[in-house]
């Protein structure tokens, strides 16, 4: 993909606001989930969404409609508008305090095409969208939301938020935005009632780890190293063609023919982005799949479930042995693993190791957005031109990227230092245009 389009635009912030419940809300405390508050989601994760002029005649201000909306939601999500803290064993629990969200209002003197039609992180004027406070900015003691919706010019709008992953994951997080524009839009309550009941994931007693976690190895692994974390590490997108996809997967062998894109486009990306990182032939690698398991548990988790519900089950290679085939065999390995069992086994270990983060080192991790929902949010705008992730880094810097969903293919983010990521570009290009070729001599010959 080009480059992100740099702007130079102005924008005028008001003073930040507390927005509380539009309504009394219970004052309590609730727990949250050991899959919650595990070491890895202690962080703020920003989503952005760019909305267009408003497609009826009606002139609407789209902050008071969203400012509103946000108070009506927040009856029904109150812990969103609580504080976390923190109890012995690093356990989390959200004080239901209807303190309220933090709320930004800003006008820009852009437009939405200025922003041109590529929208996809990174987005180098992120900071101007979504103002950074410091006071917000940690997990224990601060409000878990910060959202600033910003007018633009045309009549559109650009919302942007910053969630305490601990809270919910993307689908939660898109759940309570699809609320938030259903009062937009005039309902008196949202179509799926939210459900808390986060013991469904929490540790079994006594706890017990059933299954080998990777993702969470141990630290003093001799033959791994960390991967390049440095400062001066560089953004960038790449855009695979449902042509590209195809190519890849017609020169696998047929018992990968049907593999999904998502799966595609993570091996190809884990190949590519091994090769580039110049590794030792021995060193170990791990891919890691982020993977929802609501579905996946006997019952399945109620619908309106909007606590965090992923997993990351990791596979192993090294460097030397890690051939696209494998890359794949790997990915959907990854998935498989993620059985009812696991996620059980997942909450256990949090408990019994003091909630660790992941294992940094010779990891990537790879998270499946092309069905997130977050572009379908309509606030009475529409649904959105852009909608997701706002920023290629997330979680662990140069570990974690995303699948984006594309009209024409999927959109992959990456995050790596800056000659690595030259040599990344050339190794995806390169292995895009040799199974082209491989596939049209195919052909050819039939």
Known sequence: MESPKILTFKVVRKNPELITPDMPTPKEFKLLSDIDDQGALRSQTPVIQFYGRNPSDQVKDPVKVIRDAIAKALVFYYPLAGRLRERSNRKLVVECTGEGVVFIEADADVALHHFGDALYPPFPYLHKLLHHLPSTAGVINCPLLLIQVTRLTCGGFVLAIRLNHTMTDAGGLAQFLSAVGQFARGADAPLTRPVWERHLLSARNPPHVTRTHLEYGETNTPECRSTPTDENMVDHSFYLSASDISAVRSNLPPHLHGCSTFEIAAACTWHCRTISLSLDANEVIRISCMVSCRKRLNPPLPEGYYGNAIVYPASVSTRERLSLQEAVELVRNSKSKA???????????????????????????????????FGETDFGWGAAAYGGPAQCRDLVPGVVSYVLAHKKGVVVTMCLPPNAMDKFAYELERTVAATRKSLLLRTSAL
């Not at 059985?339 to 499946?368: H, K, N, Q, W």
Request: proline share 3%; aromatic share 12%; charged share 30%.
């Open 339 to 373: 059985t009812e069992e696991y996620v059980r086994s997942v909450a256990d270990l949090m408990v019994m190791r003091g909630r660790p983060g992941f294992e940094a080192r010779g990891t990537f991790i790879v998270s499946d957005f092309t069905r997130a929902g």
